[in-house]
């Protein structure tokens, strides 16, 4: 487990993109696993391996990359770690980043689990003002400790490791049958 962290240290001192990328895949797959096991029940003959790839595909290609583009992007613009940043940071992220990003997300699950436009446009209007509203009861907190705690560089793993119960609501959302 020690060489597995100083691997990954590595990389995220080389690499972070690549670093972030593949650490929200790893979880974003977790999270999904953790829905289909815990949460719908399905056993392992009735895990299905496809979905789970295709979560973890969605965290290596969009979350991991935006996500962690977004906190570069948030750091220029409001430069600093103290309260007052932290709280502005927050609320930049909730009030405008969230919205956005969850809208993104549930299209790109949507097309990506081979539902035509219009099926993707109805699960986003059933799904998104109630995964917005449970978004709104669990990042603000998370991410005030982010902002204030956790270096830039960390931010995506930390909120990773907080968002493998939030992939897993999001992974039972975005494919519910």
């Not at 977004?70 to 940071?89: E, M, Q």
């Not at 949507?110 to 449970?134: F, N």
């Not at 669990?138 to 270096?151: D, G």
Request: glycine share 10%; proline share 4%; aromatic share 10%.
């Amino acid at each position: 487990m020690a060489a597995l962290w100083r691997g990954w240290r590595q990389l995220l001192a080389r690499r972070p993109g690549a670093a972030q990328a593949l650490t929200a895949g790893a979880l974003m797959g977790a999270g999904d696993v953790i829905a289909q096991q815990l949460v719908e029940r399905r056993g392992l003959c009735g895990h299905h391996g496809f979905r789970t790839a295709r979560m973890a595909a969605i965290g290596v290609c969009f979350v991991g990359p935006v996500v962690g583009g977004w906190y570069r992007i948030l750091d220029r613009l409001v430069p600093g770690s103290t309260k007052v940043v932290a709280v502005k940071k927050m609320v930049l992220d909730q009030g405008g980043f969230a919205p956005c990003f969850l809208g993104c997300f549930l299209a790109i699950t949507g097309a990506t689990s081979g539902l035509s436009a219009e099926e993707t446009w109805a699960r986003i209007q059933q799904d998104y003002v109630d995964a917005l509203l449970t978004n709104y009861c669990l990042w603000p907190p998370v991410q005030m400790a982010n902002f204030y705690f956790v270096p830039l560089q960390h931010r995506l793993a930390v909120v990773q490791c907080v968002a493998i119960v939030w992939n897993c609501y999001l992974s039972w959302k975005a494919n519910r049958e």
